[in-house]
């Protein structure tokens, strides 16, 4: 298939170069303009590099319980070793050089697929007209059929809380730290802020996590941050709730977390995990008649579409739901629309997402809060792992399997796992709540004997009607 037209895509994020794929197959002639290096920040900054630095983490859990499992570490005059030490420095350039390399690799897919990649900073000239500021300077103007906004976000810091790139820090600065911290404070229990929190706990790093609400991930499923709370105090963290930052000082080495209340918390060094504003200031988008809500977001339908004819957004710049997933589909559907291809609207209600702590919390479709507020009928069923003889082969004694269901048609409408790697066993649930599965069908696949997801099966069992 082959079209006449041409597509401006602002953004080299999931966002963007996705959606670019999308383009370029469906035959249209495509322009991605980007400033920072394609993968945007996912790649480069957000995802990627987090998820690199997990890894290790993940190791060093496992690695904590080996000694249960009959594995003991000797050093190499035979004495039992007592701790295992990580090097930061090689865990930092083995993050930056993931993140490179990944980035290269999307570069040159879509240099192979036909897609132009300009390099600078584009801004709306109008709906159908994109000036970019070239990074080698220069001007170049591209008109277009159809432009496709995916500037991602960017961290957000506070007058009192700013960064110094060297012992306090934005999440995009703490690959460049040279020395193991002390001892770190995490500002912000959101998602991020618990999953740098958890990690660096595992590295073996004294952590203080500094949460302004009554519990740690205030907008996930209450047992899965409960069982968080638990493992992580357990584990030496130190979590201090309802207690609001007001600002974060540096004297020397040492970094002080002033709290609202008036008290305040030492260590040597601080992440600031206070969520993300939008990247759409000085983009041309209110002249063009892209409307923005109070937040700065670009408000968009669920084809993608803004309010200027032509325009289309995806992504954290639309604060739909800020995952990279989430943004690489509103990109893809914002393609699809625009050239004419088959498209469902985005329906966040099948996306599946998974905070990557120790444990892991997978999470799919209708949530407890939602089934508690009464927006949806659903029975319930919660089966803790400690029972699969999986877990229990494996040491593994924290988690859960929660499952939600239609009282009288039995489908399953959502589902949370809690347990390592939740994010690979949370699929089963994914496809029955796309799929409109009831239990029983999800009940009577078989599973491996012995396995964790045996777990998904039996709660599936226990929603049974008789
Ligand atoms: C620490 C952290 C970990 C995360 N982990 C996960 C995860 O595990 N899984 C998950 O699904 N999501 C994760 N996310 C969320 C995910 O990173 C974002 O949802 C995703 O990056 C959004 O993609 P995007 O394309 O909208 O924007 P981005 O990835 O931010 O890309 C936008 C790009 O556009 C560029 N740009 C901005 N303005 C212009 C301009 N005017 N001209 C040209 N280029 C411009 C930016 O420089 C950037 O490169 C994480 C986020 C954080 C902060």
Not at 116 to 130: F, K, N, S, T
Not at 288 to 315: H, P
Request: include cysteine.
């Amino acid at each position: 298939m082959s079209t006449d037209h041409h597509v401006v895509i602002v953004g080299g994020g999931p966002g963007g170069y996705e959606s670019a794929l999308v383009a370029a197959q469906l035959g249209a002639r495509v322009t991605v303009v980007d400033s920072d290096g394609i993968g945007g920040s996912a790649v480069l900054t957000d995802c990627v590099p987090s998820k690199t630095l997990i890894a290790t983490a993940e190791l060093m859990t496992e690695v904590a319980s080996a000694a249960e499992l009959g594995v003991n570490f000797h050093d190499h005059e035979g004495d039992t070793a007592t701790t295992i030490q990580v090097d930061l420095g090689r865990i930092n350039a083995r993050v930056k050089q993931l993140a490179a390399d990944q980035s290269a690799d999307i570069a040159r897919r879509l240099e192979k697929e036909g897609v132009r990649v300009v390099r600078g900073r584009g801004r709306l000239a109008g709906p159908d007209r994109v000036q970019v500021s070239l990074a080698d300077g220069g001007e170049e103007t591209l008109e277009a059929d159809a432009v496709l906004l995916a500037t991602g976000a960017a961290p957000r810091t506070m007058p009192s809380a700013q960064p110094d790139g060297e012992r306090i820090l934005t999440w995009e600065q703490v690959y460049d730290i040279p020395e193991v911290p002390e001892s770190l404070i995490v500002v912000g229990s959101g998602v991020t802020g618990a999953e740098f929190a958890s990690a660096y706990l595992a590295l073996g790093i004294d952590v203080t996590l500094v949460s302004s609400r009554d519990r740690v991930l205030p907008g996930e499923d209450a047992d899965a941050s409960a069982v968080l709370e638990e493992v992580s105090t357990r584990r030496g963290m130190n979590v201090l709730k309802k207690s609001r930052m007001e600002s974060v000082s540096r004297e020397g080495d040492t970094v002080t977390v002033t709290l609202t209340d008036g008290r305040s918390v030492q260590g040597s060094h601080c992440i600031l995990a206070l969520g993300s504003v939008p990247n759409t200031a000085d983009l041309g988008l209110e002249e063009s008649g892209v409307q923005l809500d109070e937040g700065g977001f670009i408000v968009v339908d669920r084809v993608s579409r803004t309010s200027a004819r032509g325009v289309y957004a995806a992504g954290d710049c639309t604060g739909v739901l800020m995952l990279a997933s989430v943004a690489a589909m509103q990109g893809r559907i914002a393609m699809w629309h625009f050239l004419g291809d088959a498209v469902a609207p985005l329906d966040l209600k099948k996306v599946s997402s998974n905070v990557f702590t120790a444990p892991e919390i997978a999470t799919v479709g209708w949530s407890q809060q939602a089934v508690e507020a009464g927006e949806i009928l659903s029975e319930t069923v919660m089966l803790p792992l400690a029972g699969n003889p999986r877990a229990k082969m494996q040491g593994v004694r924290d988690g859960f399997v929660k499952l939600f269901c239609r009282p009288g048609t039995g489908i399953v409408v959502g589902g949370v796992v809690v347990g390592p790697r939740a994010s690979e066993l949370i699929h089963p649930v994914s496809i029955a709540v796309a799929e409109s599965l009831t239990a029983d069908q999800l009940a009577q696949a078989f599973t491996v004997y012995p396995s964790l997801s045996g777990s998904i099966a039996e709660a599936a069992r226990r929603l049974h009607h008789v």
